[in-house]
């Protein structure tokens, strides 16, 4: 079993920049992949940033590249979304996810099998 905790969502401005944060618990958080995923009212969760187990490598949806950067710290059991030039398309709420089966992650959704409880992300024009 592996515990999430999202934190760090919030009300921004358009342009503006937040870091997620989400810290695990439970069994080794090391050595399995991670990602965030957002779900905006009426739309299908999708995969924003993926990360492998080192954190050597990510990936992330074309909609956000070059605007957020993902990171774990292994060290702090915490993987953290930096969201910069937020735009009011990004508002939704932000999930972080563990597949533990998976080194590198997966980019389907039915592959992560832990789940923090949600943050939400609102950014205003």
């Known amino acids: 079993q592996v515990q999430l905790v999202e934190s760090g969502g919030g009300l921004v401005q358009a342009g503006d920049s937040l870091r997620l944060s989400c810290v695990a618990s439970?069994?080794?958080?090391?050595?399995?992949?991670a990602g965030w995923f957002r779900q905006a009212p009426g739309k299908e969760r999708e995969l924003v940033a993926g990360?492998?187990?080192?954190?050597?490598?990510?990936q992330y949806a074309d909609s956000v590249a070059g605007r957020f950067t993902i990171s774990r710290d292994t060290t702090k059991n915490t993987v953290y979304l930096q969201m910069n030039g937020l735009k009011p398309e990004d508002t939704a709420v932000y999930y972080c996810?563990?597949?533990?089966?998976?080194?590198?992650?997966?980019?389907?959704?039915?592959?992560?099998?832990?789940w923090g409880q949600g943050t939400q992300v609102t950014v205003s024009s």
């Open positions: 996810a563990v597949a533990s089966n998976f080194g590198d992650p997966p980019g389907r959704l039915a592959s992560y099998d832990y």
């Open positions: 439970g069994r080794a958080f090391s050595g399995i992949a």
């Open positions: 990360i492998n187990w080192s954190g050597s490598s990510a």
